[in-house]
């Protein structure tokens, strides 16, 4: 079940490619037949996926802790605090403004693809179909697949790896972990997680590859990150 679980859940084959992905622009209309071809469907109740995801899910019941909780329950709302372990500072939106606007905005082109593929999908959260799951954050009303935070955590990861590329596996852990808490507070299913980080990786190498989101990049770098920008 530990290896099922880590092979679910984290995704680490090809992340360090992935600015050689082929770029898909963030401009098409979401859910675009593109974008719902390169995700496919999701496990079909009672498949054997899908008895994977739930077993998967009320492992993660049992086996939770309080810290596994409150860490899951920090990263509802997600944002820069996420990501400061990780990134060796003490990162807030107050200290680091410019790099919250770039998170900020990362975060919105995410999102619009991600809602519009959920809308698509219309796949019911795991605590709808299944009465034994039982979620220990707050419940959503938005459909499961893919999952938002999956994706936006890594993205966020792989942005903030480009300010500090000296942190940039542990900015990567942050971001899939992000993805993972989801399945511990029991409101999404490990392939919501799965397609979620794949989506990341295609769309963070189409925004970057963009010109206008590079220049951001690159002058926020200079900003707030650069040996000149240290108190």
């Not at 079940?1 to 082929?22: N, V, W």
């Not at 990134?87 to 995410?110: E, M, N, V, W, Y």
């Not at 459909?143 to 993205?155: D, E, K, M, V, W």
């Amino acid at each position: 079940m530990r290896r099922k679980l880590i092979g679910c859940l984290l995704l680490l084959a090809g992340l360090a490619g992935f600015a050689q992905t082929a770029p898909v622009s963030t401009q098409q209309p979401a859910a675009s037949p593109e974008w719902v071809a390169f995700l496919g469907p999701f496990p079909a109740v009672g498949s054997d996926e899908g008895k994977a995801d739930i077993a998967i899910l009320l492992w993660h019941q049992r086996t939770r802790t309080p810290a596994d909780i409150a860490r899951a329950a920090s990263e509802v709302k997600l944002g820069l605090e996420a990501y400061a372990a990780a990134s060796g500072r003490p990162l807030s939106a107050a200290q680091f403004p410019k790099t919250a606007a770039l998170i900020d905005k990362a975060g919105k082109d995410t999102k619009a693809v991600t809602d519009s593929l959920k809308k698509h999908f219309l796949r019911p959260r795991p605590y709808l179909t299944d009465a034994r799951v039982q979620p220990a954050i707050d419940r959503e009303t938005s459909p499961s697949y893919p999952s938002g935070h999956a994706t936006r955590g890594l993205i966020f990861g792989i942005v903030l790896a480009e300010l500090a590329p000296e942190r940039r596996e542990a900015l990567l852990a942050a971001g899939r972990q992000a993805g993972v808490d989801r399945v511990i507070g029991g409101v999404h299913y490990p392939s919501d997680i799965e397609a979620g980080q794949r989506l990341a990786m295609r769309l963070a190498a189409a925004w970057l590859a963009d010109p206008r989101n590079r220049t951001e990049v690159d002058a926020v770098r200079a900003a707030e990150w650069s040996e000149a920008a240290k108190p």
